[in-house]
């Protein structure tokens, strides 16, 4: 049974950092593209980053570019979000997700695992 769990989500002041985790069970870790979704309250749910199997390859969209960080450790089949500068539109719940096709992942298509997420907000 494949389970991802996050954790690291907390109430921040603007311009504050935090970082998320989550480990991976139950999968071949380093089979897996890894990325981390939000979604804000009243929106559709949206693409944050992602990173390959092995780290190479690592993906953003352009509102948290130079800001977030994605990284993974297959050792420990954790993957984690470096959030710094954090303003109060990136408040939303951060969903972990896993799928083998990197390109799927980043559409977030027919995703092959998600996380049940965590909040995060950030106040002005």
């Known amino acids: 049974q494949v389970q991802l769990v996050e954790s690291g989500g907390a109430l921040v002041q603007a311009g504050g950092s935090l970082r998320l985790s989550c480990a991976a069970s139950?999968?071949?870790?380093?089979?897996?593209?890894m990325g981390w979704f939000r979604q804000a309250p009243g929106k559709e749910r949206e693409f944050v980053a992602s990173?390959?199997?092995?780290?190479?390859?690592?993906y953003y969209t352009d509102s948290v570019k130079d800001r977030f960080t994605i990284s993974r450790d297959n050792a420990k089949n954790t993957v984690y979000l470096q959030m710094n500068s954090l303003k109060p539109e990136d408040t939303a719940v951060y969903y972990c997700?896993?799928?083998?096709?990197?390109?799927?992942?980043?559409?977030?298509?027919?995703?092959?695992?998600w996380g049940q997420g965590t909040q995060v907000t950030v106040s002005s």
């Open positions: 139950g999968l071949s870790f380093s089979s897996y593209a």
């Open positions: 990173t390959s199997g092995f780290g190479s390859s690592t």
């Open positions: 997700a896993a799928d083998k096709s990197h390109v799927y992942l980043r559409r977030g298509v027919n995703v092959d695992y």
